[in-house]
């Protein structure tokens, strides 16, 4: 298989963005595909990668949405059918042509596709066709993707992407795939775990299975020794043995069958294995099981009838007893008796109510007799009062004219005593103004001197004696003396009246009491008390007796009901004794005959109480049976054990072999995979010190960073696994940075293509070709004419595809590469057909 | 074995420590990862504990 593949032609139909067929004949030379954003360049590539392998590595680690619909089908295909036709040539003219088909699916990444192969003339298809591609090509589609088709996204996955991924290719390109996967893969763990697995088999084994045989042995020889504690001989641990107990139970049980009168089953005689006489015992079981409850419900049910007869016998003799303890026998008795002492009451009531009557009516007098009695009293005392004061009516009256008179003379007195003084006054006011000695009334002659002055010595002397003044005063004296003995004997007056009303109205009422039957003494008040106390003591009196007759009237009626309840209970009771024993007997004699009826349910109990005896016995039977029944399980069991213990030996020889194997395997393993590891570290120093240079090189021929003049991929681990990280260094390898932190779009452009170029080198693959899908990104125009001179000189050995929208680096790659050796592509637009191309 | 695994071969048995046992396990790990890669290989050796197991 020498010599590298080339396209020799394309044809493509209903593929992504190129629905009518569309054919691209290279030759085997290198190509450019230029023109504008979305004409369908990246479709022509992505086509082969596709016929390649059937799938592409963008829908698998791209956006989730290509698995949402079918993103290889284009849309507008009338059969809705993606078919692309490659053929390869080798240098030697070593023809493949490789056909694929698809119809449209549910998602990219569903349905199958059909691949058809020819390979120098022999036509294959299926999974053949694609074994046979893949021995040809020499190239797995991530390989592909990695080192021979630099899609527009794989930059920046070989720089900013999953180091695990990137490290993995890098593994893969340096050679040392195998290598990782021995690391990573070698199920190291899972050995030791199935390893270990066997060993415990071997140790459950011989620690659990084969001591319990031997502690199981030593289990029934004790056992044994209990049985013979307990009465069961050796000569009876034996399966004969047992089945001549299951007999004697059986005939056991069937002698109390027939002694309670029933049949539980037919039991049959086992047969000599233990499994027979098992099934054997659960049928004892649940015949005397039977056997029990029949017997206890016949006792219970003479027990309870016994019981039951006792008990009605009991309460009619007590009936009977009770209704002997009253005297009256007849409840019409008690009747009669109560009617008596009803009329009694009755008597005694309307007394009382004529009682009660004549006491509310003395009740009345009492209150008017003792007021009008204290009134009279009162009257006596205030009139006594007023005699002692002024004296009697008489008296009183003479006072009274008496002392008028004295104030008549005192009036008088007064008047002679002020016309005097008038008189002296005028007649010296007269003389001091007439100065006359002539006396105006008599004319007689008069010395005016001296009569002014006798004048006025006599007023003088009246004034100085104060004469009328005392007169005024005894006047005012008897003048207030006399109201208090006309008051006094308007009062003695009224009291008189007063006395003699209620003297009259006491007569009244006095007549009154008379009338009503009374006979009422002077002193009223003293009799009408006395009379109420005695009706009060009658009163008291008829309570009491009519109490005493309710009392009786009331323990009359609860005897009667007493009597009625018992002669009812008594009916009751001999009604149902006589229903019970179907006779018409009644008192003693019905007595005699429960009691005979008694004795023979006694009878019967006793018998029932000799069978528990029996069943005792007989379960005790059972017990025996059982234990040995046990005993011969257990012995059966241990017997199996021993047989079996060969077999365990065997399987422990088995295990232990195996055991041997696996860990021989594990030592294997371990030895394998320790070595790998050691191993690898220096195998990656050795690949990577060649790969470094090539990195170099091509990394120089693109332009590199001003400063950072060198590139180098370091090994390191992250989490665990082995990774390679980029980093870039100073002339001198003594400033190093990782170029995803420091680099231009453009300087990490140029490091991916750099990483690209130098893995292309390394893949063992067959196909002598390079997919470049827009590699100019963010390039200025010195670095474009970097990359194509560098492309240039790979074309020499490689068919390169270089698809770009960029006219700058088109036109550079025009003017730098060998017009023989490239052709070139023009895209002009698209339509719902597809790309328009011309060459 | 392709001339890769074959180096390969070379190059780790020569330093197992018991080469005479272990070295026909690499030879068969390298095969099987020569033929279906890690998951193959992890397949094999499990294929080879169910033999061994008798199952």
Known sequence: MAGKLRIQSISIEGFRGVNKKTSMNFAKKSAILFGPNGVGKTSILQALEWCFFGGLISAIVGPPEFKKEDAIVNSFHPQKRATVEVVLEDEKNRRIKITRERKKGRSTTSGKTKLEVEIGGTQYSGEKAQTELNKWLRTTPTEFYASIHLHQEAVRDLLVGDPLVRSEMIDKLLGLHFVRELIEYIPLKYVAKEAKSIEEEIEDIQTRKMQEVAISKKRLAELEIEMEKTGIGATSLSVSSLMKLAEDTMVKISDIEQKIETKVKVLEKPQPDTKSLEKTLGELKNSIGKLEGVWTTAYKEVVTKASSVESLKQDYEEALKEIASFKIKDPQDFVDKKSNIDAQISALQKELDSKISTRSLLQDEVTLVQRLSSNVKGLELDIKKIEQDFGDEAKIEASINKLQSQIEEKRARIKQEEALNSILISGLDYLKSALTNNCPLCKSDIEYAKVITTLQKEIEQREGAKLLRQIQKELEGLTKEKPNFENALFNFRRLKG??????????????????????????????????????????????????????????????ANDLRGKIEKLSSVEKEIKK??????????????????????????????????????????LETYEKILSFLKEKDRVDKLEEGMPILQQRVKDLQEKYSKMKELEAGLTDIYQVTSTAREEMIKQALSDLQLT???????????????????????????????????????????YVQTRFSNAQMNAVALSLFLSMTTRLPSNLGLILLDDPSQSMDRTHKEALSKLLSQILEEKQVLVATQDTEFEQTMQRVFPKDKALIYNFKEWSLEGPKITQ | MSIFSKRLYEELSQRLARKDKH?????????????????????????????????
């Open chain 1, 498 to 559: 007063e006395l003699e009303r209620s003297r009259s109205l006491i007569e009244q009422e006095k007549e009154k009491l008379k009338e009503k039957g009374f006979k009422p003494t002077e002193d009223l008040v003293s009799y009408v008390d006395s009379e109420l106390k005695e009706i009060n003591n009658r009163i008291s009196n008829l309570d009491e007796q009519m109490r005493q007759l309710k009392a009786e009237a009331t323990e009359i009626d609860l005897r």
């Open chain 1, 580 to 621: 019970m024993f179907d006779t018409t007997e009644t008192g003693e004699k019905l007595v005699e005959i429960v009691n005979e009826r008694i004795g023979e349910l006694l009878g019967q109990s006793k018998t029932l109480d000799e069978m528990t005896e029996e069943l005792k016995g007989t379960k005790g039977m």
């Open chain 1, 695 to 737: 990195i170099k090189s091509y990394y120089s021929k693109i332009l590199c960073h001003p400063y950072y003049l060198n590139l180098q991929l370091i090994p390191e681990k992250e989490r665990g696994k082995a990774i390679y990280r980029i980093r870039a260094w100073d002339k001198d390898f003594k400033q190093g940075t």
């Open chain 2, 23 to 55: 070295g026909e396990l690499l030879k068969l790990l390298l095969q099987w990862l020569e033929e279906g890669g890690g998951d193959a290989m992890k397949d094999g050796v499990k294929e080879m504990v169910k033999r061994i197991k008798g199952e």
